[in-house]
């Protein structure tokens, strides 16, 4: 929905259906009941989420068709695609394959165009289009600094094309589409310092000079590009997990002329240990009830001398408990984001409460996207109707911005 500080929604990789009729299902069964309770008067945005099985169809014509003639009957309208996991998203093993094929790969470089493609036929005139996808690749990936700089090296060459793709789908729509990288715990990029040091030391250097080439245009004109179609996807969950400093991000992104292409509102587990045994053997038990086998759920703790330790997931950091003492644990397992505690556990949510009030004085992006794609594995003491879970958290985001 459109508000007075950008458009507002969720991201459809909640639903399940990896293939486009069956996830076209979903949005058929759940969105008028969101939209009703949301949005009753005015347009409603959707976040789309699609797999690459699902792309593939949804680029057809007539299925293109037939998606754009059920939205203009709903009111609705897409205005962004996440567009990070390629393949099977629930009811299956995930883990670190959620960034399967990376952008090393062709695979990737299809895909995404593919959802530009599609993205450029269902955008509203006038409004710019944005495709949230990987941190490059998975970190642990790479055995060596050297393995890791080839990756991303390639993965800055990939990107280049998808933005000379871009680049004519513009000239030849009018409509502006961009990626929005989103950097996440453990991945190449993995927080929103690693992404600024990227973007200007690769993608505005060897990645503009690529640009030029292919374009036979001024390196300065490449760069000019490359910062119009790839901007960051701004995750407050994965930013919360890293500890980030929201305002002081935010200002280096700034000063780098780095934009934000789209704020995923999400919120992440949070515990707070102490020195009583007792009061840790409850919080222990509580984040025991989180362990689950479909998504990473990688931790960041903190000890008294505010040093990090890093666990590629759960299981990981309880068997760490007793080696490696904390005095605060974040986990990045997506909850709703209405929620600030669950005890004994808390949430990051004022880092949500955080980031929207900072958006509000000085806007940041046109793209809000609430993202708790977690429900099917929530514990059973959490989960509530799908529809009426998205709409409370559409609701509480609308009262935060209207404060």
Not at 126 to 146: D, F, Q, V
Not at 148 to 158: D, E, G, K, P, V
Not at 319 to 346: D, G, Q
Request: proline fraction near 4%; aromatic fraction near 8%.
């Amino acid at each position: 929905m459109i508000t007075n500080y950008g458009h507002l929604t969720y991201c459809s990789n909640i639903h399940s259906g990896e293939s486009w009729a069956a996830h076209f299902d979903q949005l058929r069964k759940y969105l008028p009941e969101i939209k009703k309770k949301c949005s009753p008067r005015s347009a409603m945005g959707i976040g789309l989420r699609l797999s690459a099985i699902a792309a593939r169809v949804l680029s057809k014509k007539n299925e293109l068709l037939l998606f754009q003639n059920w939205l203009k009957e709903q009111n609705a309208y897409v205005f962004t695609i996440n567009g990070f996991p390629y393949g099977g998203f629930h009811k299956t093993v995930v883990k670190d394959q959620v960034h399967t094929p990376d952008w090393t790969t062709a695979k990737r470089v299809v895909y995404t165009k593919q959802l530009a493609d599609i993205l450029a036929v269902l955008l509203p005139d006038k409004m710019e289009g944005s495709i949230s996808t990987s941190p490059l690749s998975y970190r642990h990936w790479y055995k060596n600094e050297a393995a890791t700089n080839r990756a991303i090296q390639t993965s800055t060459y990939n990107l280049v094309a998808v933005v000379e793709h871009l680049i004519t789908l513009h000239q030849q729509s009018g409509k502006i589409i961009f990626i929005a990288i989103e950097p996440e715990p453990d991945g190449i990029l993995t927080d929103t310092a690693t992404f600024i040091h990227w973007y200007k030391n690769a993608l505005l250097k060897t990645g503009a000079k690529r640009l030029s080439q292919k374009l036979d245009i001024p390196l300065s004109k490449a760069a000019t590009l490359l910062k119009k179609h790839v901007r960051l996807c701004y995750d407050i969950c994965h930013a919360a997990v890293n500890y980030e400093a929201h305002a002081d991000q935010i200002i280096q992104l700034q000063r780098s002329g780095i934009k934000i292409g789209k704020i995923q509102i999400s919120a992440a587990l949070k515990a707070g240990f102490t020195k009583n045994k007792k009061q840790n053997d409850t919080l222990l038990e509580a984040i025991n009830q989180f362990l689950e086998p479909t998504y990473l759920h990688q931790v960041i703790s903190r000890n008294d001398q505010q040093e990090l330790s890093v666990y590629p997931d759960l299981p990981e950091a309880l068997k760490s408990v007793e080696a490696a003492p904390a005095k605060e644990w974040r986990i990045h397992y997506h909850v709703p984001i209405f929620t600030k505690r669950i005890p004994p556990l808390s949430t990051t949510q004022e880092d949500i409460v955080t980031v929207l009030n900072i958006h509000k004085q000085t806007p940041l992006t046109q793209h809000l996207e609430i993202e708790t794609y977690t429900w099917e594995v929530l514990p059973n003491s959490l989960k509530r109707d799908i529809a009426g879970s998205i709409t409370r958290e559409m609701k509480w985001v609308l009262k935060q911005l209207n404060k």
